[in-house]
């Protein structure tokens, strides 16, 4: 790929599927994996999808990558990630979507909405991200980041907890909102988000 790595298929992919469960109590250790070399979940063109209740340590690169989907909850995902692109939750042109009660710890984006499709792919809508604990190792913990092709609407992150920020700037942050390519931004809200830590030590 880009990283010019070898790549392997992703872990976990569910295309065009209708009723979508990935749900467990265990551990998924992909630390002896090189960076970037897969995927670990990615869900793309599905209705009515839940994943939740797995531990995820060390993904190569982005842990739960959804794409083009229709009501979507994820629930009680713990992340520990320390490599770079450790993206952990990517909702890309997605409507109707749920995180909540996840506990996350990336080397990247924490929880993200983007658009990386452009039309005829559908927009990001209606999406509710709440009750998260956010440990932002180095880029965005909350927000809208990059890849925004497609217009993003009625997104609200509320009642998370950013226990540390270590960003270093410019365009990382604990909350984030980047326009970077031609869709437009309308109804991102942030409601009852506490920040306790800024800055390394």
């Known amino acids: ?12 992919e569910v295309q065009g599927a209708t009723g ?6 265990g551990v998924l250790d992909m630390s002896a994996l090189p960076w970037h070399a897969r995927t670990s979940f990615v869900i ?7 994943v939740e209740g797995i531990t995820m340590l060390d993904t190569p690169s982005w842990g739960v990558a959804v794409f083009g989907c229709n009501g979507v909850t994820i629930r009680n995902i713990k992340q520990i990630c320390r490599r770079e692109n450790s993206d952990g939750i990517d909702l890309c042109n997605t409507q109707d979507a749920l995180v909540e009660d996840c506990f996350l710890r990336n ?8 658009c990386t499709s452009p039309a005829p792919a559908q927009e990001s809508r209606r999406i509710i991200v709440r009750r998260c604990v956010i440990w932002n190792e180095r880029a965005r913990g909350l927000g809208i980041t990059s890849e925004t092709r497609r217009d993003i609407s009625d997104v609200t992150f509320r009642d998370c907890d950013v226990i540390h920020d270590f960003a270093g700037g410019g365009d ?11 869709g437009t931004m309308s109804n991102i809200v942030f409601d009852d988000i506490r920040v306790e830590q800024i800055g390394r030590a």
């Open 1 to 12: 790929d880009w990283s010019g790595v070898k790549n392997w298929r992703n872990l976990f």
């Open 20 to 25: 979508v469960t990935i749900r467990g109590r």
């Open 44 to 50: 793309t063109n599905c209705k009515d999808v839940l």
């Open 107 to 114: 080397n990247d984006d924490e929880v993200c909405v983007k």
């Open 172 to 182: 990382c942050g604990a909350l984030a909102v980047l326009v970077s390519d031609s």
